[in-house]
């Protein structure tokens, strides 16, 4: 019989993860930029653990919604389109977001795969003209379930009256595949969290209705071909987006080849509101193609403000340019991402946020840094310390590797602020570590110069790898750290930068260069 030789090496996944492509009505709230750090950093810990990402944002500029926009402020669709997109752009560099591929459902090659997915739908007997009648949202861009006699309703999330419609639509036959998603749903991992599982299960048990995919009195849309008049509904043509941007400029567009470019996605990350277009409406969208379905759709929280929804009406809506011209980016992903349980709602507190950090960042990551590389500059002439100590209890070791694969977990899990909370325990322990030992009286004995050097080797130890650890959420401040303990080579998989030991005694540290400031509003 002829052996294999055991392969222990992790399997390399090809993992997509997409943002929502974001309307260009307005320029870029918090609100986006939340999902885009959470989505930034869940590719990254993906990269980190040797997996071939295609991270995928991009905007969504059809529909009726920009047309208006565009209207009032007297300019052409296509100019405002293209100005709120470059400042996404732009945003998400200064955010340091690091996805593959930005995709605009302006762009050409997506007109050309719209047509192709609808000739699917066509030829899968899916699509049939109807009548809809119904109170619309022009900022949600969808109808909603209300009598024709409600009197003057509004939308609860814009706080605007809806709009009575009654045209006529194409409609894709979404009824047809009420058996299909209720199976699909019974997918535990489908829907993320479970607490947002039981709300479109309870939708779809009230039975699927079909819904209409074009429109006739937006002429700021995508063109349905064969019907004259007709530009599709901004949410058919939106989902789409993430085929789109999947495909390589240079090539043609095939949905048959799909699948190589990095079909299907992993994972859709989206608010909490959009959950059933894409638990529901996209997955009956894709069988009709007969293309596969996404793995997962994780709809997390929104944010409030000081306990008010933020909204324009109201004028307190944070702008992210702001705060990361003022604070960096840092500071604002370290408090969404630690301090919002990702999933749930989040409030975002001023006060909270200079309290954490300044706790979190400054005086317990900073401190810790600054302590450990000061006394290994001043006692060990700029060099990492050789620990020559047989010792077997190494507190700080133990708790590292404790540490380590909870953190992994947490990571995989998109549970980011559990992920914080353990980085931030070790960075604390290995500060408490020092005020126990207190190396600055055991030094004045110059025979304790080799136990002190067993002890400062372990926090600069724990330091590396807290920096390690706090790569995936905080890029910058990460490579900052690593840099200040002189860790310029680190390896290409993070697992071999996570074992312990990997900082070498004798290799040099860098000039100090402080890297956290106190916030002082
Ligand atoms: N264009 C659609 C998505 C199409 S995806 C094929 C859209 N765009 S949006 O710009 O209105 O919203 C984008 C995302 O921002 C949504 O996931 C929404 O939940 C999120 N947020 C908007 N306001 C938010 C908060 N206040 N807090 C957190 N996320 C919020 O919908």
């Not at 969808?142 to 003057?152: G, Q, V």
């Not at 509101?273 to 929280?301: N, Q, T």
């Not at 050789?386 to 380590?404: S, V």
């Not at 960075?427 to 002890?455: C, G, M, R």
Request: hydrophobic residues 35%.
């Amino acid at each position: 019989m002829r052996s294999h030789a055991k392969n222990n090496k992790p399997k390399t996944m090809n993992i997509t993860i997409t943002t929502p492509l974001y309307y260009v009505n307005d320029k870029p709230h918090l609100g986006s930029t939340y999902t885009t750090i959470a989505c930034d950093a869940y590719a990254r810990f993906h990269r980190l653990n040797g997996n071939k990402v295609n991270f995928i944002t991009g905007v969504d500029e059809h529909g009726q919604k920009i047309q208006r926009t565009a209207e009032l402020k007297k300019i052409s669709p296509t100019k405002h389109c293209e100005k709120i997109s470059m400042e996404y752009k732009a945003l998400w560099k200064q955010w340091s977001i690091s996805n593959d591929f930005f995709i605009r459902t302006t762009d050409s090659h997506h007109q050309t795969l719209v047509n192709q997915f609808f000739e699917r739908v066509k030829a899968s007997g899916d699509i049939k003209l109807g009548h809809q009648q119904g109170w619309y949202c022009v900022g949600c861009e969808e109808y909603k379930d209300l009598p024709k006699d409600a009197i003057k309703p509004t939308c609860s999330i814009h706080l605007k009256e809806l709009e009575w419609r009654d045209e006529e639509n194409l409609f894709f036959c979404l009824s047809k595949y009420q058996k299909q998603i209720e199976s699909l749903l019974e997918r535990e991992d489908f829907i993320q969290p479970a607490s947002r599982r039981n709300e479109i299960i309870n939708f779809v048990s009230k039975g699927l209705n079909d819904f209409s995919i074009s429109r006739l009195n937006v002429e700021w849309g995508l063109k349905v071909p064969g019907h004259e008049g007709h530009t599709f509904y901004v949410w058919f043509d939106a989902l789409l987006g993430y085929l789109s941007a999947l495909i390589p400029d240079d090539k043609d567009v095939n949905l048959s080849e799909i699948e190589q470019y990095g079909w299907p996605a992993y994972i859709h990350i989206i608010g909490k509101d959009i959950l059933r277009f894409h638990a529901i409406y996209w997955p009956a969208m894709l069988l009709s193609a007969g293309l596969e379905l996404p793995k997962k759709v994780y709809g997390h929280g929104f944010l409030t403000r000081e306990g008010q929804k933020m909204g324009k009406s109201i004028g307190n809506v944070l702008d992210p340019v702001f705060l990361i011209n003022k604070y960096g980016e840092d500071a604002i992903r370290w408090y969404l991402l630690s301090d919002f349980k990702f999933g749930q709602d989040g409030d975002f507190q001023h006060k909270r946020f200079v309290d954490l950090i300044n706790n979190d960042l400054a005086n317990t990551i900073g401190n810790l840094l600054n302590r450990t590389t000061t006394m290994t500059r001043n006692w060990y002439e700029d060099k990492v310390p050789r620990n020559n100590q047989e010792n077997p209890t190494n507190e700080l070791k133990d708790l590292a590797n404790k540490t380590i694969p909870k953190v992994v977990n947490y990571y995989n899990d998109l549970s980011f602020k559990e992920a914080c909370s353990e980085i931030l325990n070790l960075a604390s322990t290995a500060n408490l570590y020092l005020n126990n030992i207190q190396p600055w009286k055991l030094i004045k004995e110059s025979s304790n110069k080799d136990i002190v050097a067993f002890h400062l080797y372990n926090v600069l130890e724990t330091t590396r790898i807290v920096g390690i650890l706090l790569k995936p959420i905080l890029p910058n401040l990460s490579s900052k750290i690593l840099n200040q303990l002189g860790y310029n080579n680190q390896a290409q998989n993070w697992n071999d930068d996570l074992k312990w030991g990997k900082l070498l005694p004798s290799s040099s540290l860098p000039s100090p260069c402080p890297i956290l400031y106190k916030i002082e509003d």
